[in-house]
């Protein structure tokens, strides 16, 4: 418990702010720490992590985005459990921060479609119900505006961007999916859509879904006229760990918004049983997986941090959701522990970091990327990415329900 608050406090993105940083006192209700060291891990915190908005700023992202979202949702969940204010105010900041006076989005581009922009939207929710801020209402109807308008391939699946015609790729069902859920829930309650939720995320299983290992391909063009794509089943080569994680998500994340009774429950805890069954195979006796997970002993593959601790939370909380058996608990341990000694690492003066992170993968585009073996080993690797962190936030919540 102790490396899991260290973490929470020292990897959530930025460099050092210029002004004197603020100290808090972290604890959790059943957990309470030290105050001492509550306030020496806050100051490192304060001084490696400054605005949200700029936690990708290495890379030069400064966009309402995904990546952001995936840390402050995991902020979120912790702050759930904690009940510490300091959570709070930091996500919240970040909306702030894009969302003007009259709940227009800066960055946000509609017409461009691109399905990775409505994930920031799930943390509107949360601040939504704390505050009722109209401002956040009309965030999220924009959002969901975006989605009544977004392109669809022929199967109903959302395109993945308006650049992208007729590309499902696994990551957007994440992206898209529990938002529209959760939006519908509140807002809606319309049985047509929460059906079209669960078609989206059962036809990309049945299109990307691998018959020998049973494993899900990274993407799938419906026109099969992308270089990368097969030119008879429009799928891209190669299976990619992360982009399993994010439809993995996509599965539990969902179903905690459908109505009691919904159809799409059951086949939704049958497509999250068979993809953890094929995952089970290729786990590594570490418990983590390979970033191109059927093909361990490759030269150039490594035990990649983020998918890892996207199937740690899917399996986790899939298990909580009485999706899955008590007999999956194991393999979720087994995983965190994975991460918890292979993956976090502390300095000497107890900074926390976590590495071995794809810093990001994709099809097509310029640079031009195939989805082969060579592609997805040679993109860089890289240590306290967003990815790997929001991933991990979620993971170390939901173990905490778990055990």
């Known amino acids: 418990m102790r490396l899991f608050i260290v973490f929470i406090l020292c990897c959530l993105c930025g460099e050092a702010a210029a002004s004197e940083p603020k100290r808090i006192a972290i604890s959790f209700a059943d957990n309470p720490i030290d105050a001492l060291e509550a306030f020496s891990l806050a100051n490192q915190h304060m001084e490696r992590f400054p605005e949200p908005w700029l936690m990708r700023k ?3 992202a400064y966009a309402w985005s ?16 904690s ?7 930091y996500i919240q900041s970040y909306a702030d921060h894009f969302i003007d006076a009259d709940g227009k989005i800066e960055t946000l581009e509609i017409t461009e479609f691109n399905i990775d922009s409505i994930k920031a939207g799930n943390i509107l929710f949360f601040l939504y119900e704390r505050t009722q801020d109209p401002r956040y209402r009309r965030a999220m109807d924009s ?3 975006q989605l009544e308008w977004q392109p669809r391939t022929h199967s109903g699946g959302f395109w993945h961007k308006r650049k992208y015609p007729w590309q499902i790729w696994l990551d957007g069902l994440y992206m898209a999916q529990p938002f529209r859920a959760e939006y519908e829930k509140l807002f809606g309650d319309d049985q047509g859509v929460y059906d079209d939720i669960v078609s989206q995320l059962v036809v990309i299983e049945q299109k990307t879904r691998d018959t020998d290992t049973g494993l899900l391909y990274h993407g799938w063009d419906e026109s099969a006229l992308q270089p990368w794509a097969n030119p008879e089943t429009g799928l891209s080569p190669g299976f990619w760990s992360r982009a399993m994680g994010w439809y993995a998500m996509a599965i539990v994340d969902t179903v905690e918004h459908l109505p009691a009774g919904h159809a799409g429950r059951e086949q939704l805890s049958g497509i999250l049983e068979r993809l953890v069954d094929a995952l089970i195979p290729f786990q590594h006796p570490s418990g983590l997986w390979y970033q191109v997970p059927d093909q361990g002993g490759r030269g150039g593959n490594w035990l990649e941090a983020s998918g890892s601790a996207m199937f740690t939370y899917a399996i986790a909380k899939g298990i909580r959701q009485n999706l ?3 007999t999956y608990a194991e393999v979720a341990r087994k995983a965190y522990e994975g991460l918890l000694e292979g993956i976090i690492s502390t300095d000497p003066d107890g900074a926390v970091h976590v590495n071995d992170i794809c810093r990001s993968a994709g099809l097509g585009g310029t640079p031009y990327r195939d989805g082969s073996y060579e592609y997805y080993v040679t993109t860089d690797r890289v240590t306290d990415d967003a990815h790997g962190i929001g991933a991990f936030l979620l993971a170390a919540s939901e173990m905490r329900l778990l055990d």
């Open 66 to 81: 995904y990546t952001h979202g995936l840390v402050l949702l995991g902020m979120e969940r912790l702050y759930r459990q």
């Open 58 to 60: 290495s890379d030069g």
């Open 324 to 326: 899955l058996d008590e």
């Open 83 to 89: 009940g510490d204010e300091a959570l709070a105010q």
């Open 143 to 145: 959002l969901q505006l």
